[in-house]
Nanobody
C-alpha cells in the first residue's frame, strides 16, 4: 500500500512564502511522476508543478518564476517552494504520483489527502 502525506500548508499574507512537502511511503519500486495539483473552491483541480517521467519539470504558466519544485529521491519526497504568494493561490494543494509498486508490475496513480494554503490580502 502506497501513501502520500503532505505537510506545510497554512495561512500566509500576500507576498509571503510557504514550503510544502510530500513524502511517499509503502511498497515503492519506482516513482515515475510526482508533483503538485491544487483546487480552489468552485474550480477544477489544476496542475501546479511536477517532475515528468523523463526527469524534467513542468509548471503551470501562472506559477513559473514564483514556485519551485524540488525532490529528494532518497526520501521519496517532493517539495514545493512557493514565493510571492497571492490571494488567488488560495486552494487545497494535493500531491500526486504515478508509482510502480513492484518490479514487472504496472504503475498506479496515488493522491495525498491535501493541504490547505490560504493567502490573505
Amino acid at each position: 500500500q502506497v501513501q502520500l502525506v503532505e505537510s506545510g500548508g497554512g495561512l500566509v499574507q500576500a507576498g509571503g512564502s510557504l514550503r510544502l512537502s510530500c513524502a511517499a511511503s509503502g511498497s515503492i519500486f519506482s516513482i515515475h511522476v510526482m508533483g503538485w495539483y491544487r483546487q480552489a473552491p468552485g474550480k477544477q483541480r489544476e496542475l501546479v508543478a511536477a517532475f515528468t517521467s523523463s526527469g524534467g519539470t513542468n509548471y503551470a504558466d501562472s506559477m513559473k518564476g514564483r514556485f519551485t519544485i524540488s525532490r529528494n529521491n532518497a526520501k521519496n519526497t517532493v517539495y514545493l517552494q512557493m514565493n510571492g504568494l497571492k490571494p488567488e493561490d488560495t486552494a487545497v494543494y494535493y500531491c500526486a504520483a504515478k508509482i510502480q509498486a513492484e518490479a514487472g508490475s504496472g504503475s498506479s496513480d496515488y493522491w495525498g489527502q491535501g493541504t490547505q494554503v490560504t493567502v490573505s490580502s
